[in-house]
Structure formats: structure tokens, C-alpha cells
């Protein structure tokens, strides 16, 4: 029998990862049509998970969070999506706040930590746990949820960073199409919806954001690295910082994610079909 090349290997590899990601999607869609947990084996929602997720924009956090929180039961809270939507609603913050982000900066800490510190009090959906999502980028925010936290006599369990080389950021963020409901995300190229500029989920239509162009990326891109590398320092002295490499592809950030949660065991058939044929150590 002929020897199995590493390119063979390699696209097997791939397509167990792409089998396994649509397996994950298959049975989350079940939890939603039964409006419950499907009978695969999932960790306690008692448990819950807390939990911040760093990146620079297009790293892919709107396509990973939503896992985590389907998984975990816990809620999800994407400032930037919470800030749109105080722009949509054109309130006195959303006119402030617009301003700022069409301008490439960030919102002041004051206001950040007011909007944070409100979900985790009265958003029920964060009882078991939460993802902060671009909260929060600053060392004196870091310091503030601390101190939330504390009150609570809680401690944030994980600080995961999403990195990417800037370079590919600006293919993924020009062609990034967002559905504005959920905070799912797509890409024209990369990860196309099923049916063009509709959810895959609920078919309403997807948009893209004003400020998803070059130019203003180059300057979120750079603000971010200023001050979100002093906040991953910070990170990295109390413990709980660990980095996954954004540049793989989606199924494969998945598994880095389970791996960094301490469920990174294949238990899929996918998984075990890996190990069976000495693909999986």
C-alpha cells in the first residue's frame, strides 16, 4: 500500500474539522428548536463561565462568542454592538459615541463601566455567567471590573486573545457582512451566508458597518494596539491570559477555545474517526 502524503493528511484533517463544526451548528439548532439542550454531553450551566475575549476588529470574536455562549448559557456583551445600538436609538450617548467611533477612537471609561456594570446587574441572561466582548480595553478597566466582580465575591476565570496578524485583517473586515440582531457575522468571500445578504438563521438581512473600510481600520487598529496591550499585560500577571491563533480557520479557533476551557477531548465521532485512522494524537 502506498504511503499517505502530507497534503492527504492535511485535507482530511480539514474536512473532520468542517464535518465536526457543522455537527456543533446542527445541534445547537436542535437546542433552539426544543428549547433545550440536545442529549449530547455538555458542561453544567451551574458552572457557567466568566470570561473576557480580546482581539483587534476582524479577528473573528462575533463568530466565536455566540458559541460560547450557546454552550455555556451565559450572556454575551459585545460593547460595540451596545454602542450601535444607543446610535441607532440616536440617544444622548449614541450621538456622543458615534462622533467618536467615525473617528476611529474609543468611548470614555466612565461610560463603558456604566453600560457593563448595568447588564451584569439587571440582564438576567448573565446570571450564569458572561463574555465581555471589547470591555475592557483599558488597564483602569481591567482594575474596575475587578472590583464589580469582587463585590460579588466572584473572579474572572479567562482572558483569551484572539490574535491575528494586522495584514489580513483588512481583507476579512471589508467583506464582513454583520446581522445586526444577534451579532453573528459573516464574509462575502471567507464564510458567504447561504443566500446572499440574508441570516442563516432567521433570513433577515444582513448589513455592513460605516466604519468596516480601510482607512478608519488602519486607525481602530492602531488605537487598539495602544491601548489594549497594556490590558493583555495586565492579563498575563494574574494568570489567566492564554492566546489562540485567529488566523486559523473558525472550526479550528473553535477547538483551540474548548482546549483553552479544559475541553479540548475529541468526543464527537468526527473525532474519534481522527484517532481511529492515526490522524489524532
Request: glycine letters at 10%.
Amino acid at each position: 500500500m502506498a504511503p499517505i502524503k502530507d497534503e492527504t493528511v492535511d485535507g482530511l484533517r480539514d474536512l473532520v474539522s468542517k464535518l465536526e463544526t457543522r455537527v456543533e451548528q446542527l445541534e445547537a439548532k436542535l437546542d433552539q428548536t426544543t428549547g433545550g439542550p440536545s442529549t449530547r454531553k455538555q458542561k453544567n450551566p451551574s458552572t457557567g463561565i466568566r470570561m473576557i475575549l480580546m482581539g483587534p476588529p476582524g479577528a473573528g470574536k462575533g463568530t466565536q462568542a455566540p458559541k460560547i455562549k450557546d454552550k455555556y448559557c451565559v450572556c454575551h456583551l459585545a460593547t460595540g454592538d451596545m454602542l450601535r445600538s444607543q446610535v441607532a436609538k440616536k440617544t444622548t450617548l449614541g450621538r456622543e459615541a458615534k462622533k467618536i467611533m467615525d473617528q476611529g477612537g474609543l468611548v470614555s471609561d466612565e461610560i463603558m463601566v456604566g453600560m457593563i456594570k448595568g447588564e451584569l446587574e439587571n440582564n438576567q441572561d448573565c446570571r450564569q455567567g458572561f463574555i465581555l466582548d471589547g470591555f475592557p480595553r483599558t488597564v483602569e478597566q481591567a482594575e474596575r471590573l475587578d472590583g464589580m466582580l469582587h463585590e460579588k465575591n466572584q473572579k474572572l476565570q479567562h482572558a483569551v486573545e484572539l490574535q491575528i496578524d494586522d495584514g489580513l485583517l483588512v481583507s476579512r473586515i471589508t467583506g464582513r457582512l454583520i446581522h445586526p440582531a444577534s451579532g453573528r457575522s459573516y464574509h462575502k468571500i471567507f464564510n458567504p451566508p447561504k443566500e446572499s445578504m440574508k441570516d442563516d438563521v432567521t433570513g433577515e438581512p444582513l448589513i455592513q458597518r460605516s466604519d468596516d473600510n480601510a482607512n478608519t481600520l488602519k486607525k481602530r487598529l492602531s488605537t487598539y494596539h495602544e491601548q489594549t496591550s497594556p490590558v493583555v499585560a495586565y492579563y498575563k500577571k494574574t494568570g489567566i491570559w492564554k492566546p489562540v491563533d485567529a488566523s486559523q480557520e473558525p472550526g479550528q479557533v473553535w477547538k483551540s477555545l474548548l482546549g483553552v476551557f479544559g475541553e479540548d477531548k475529541p468526543s464527537s465521532t468526527a473525532g474519534s474517526l481522527l484517532s481511529r485512522i492515526g490522524l489524532r494524537g
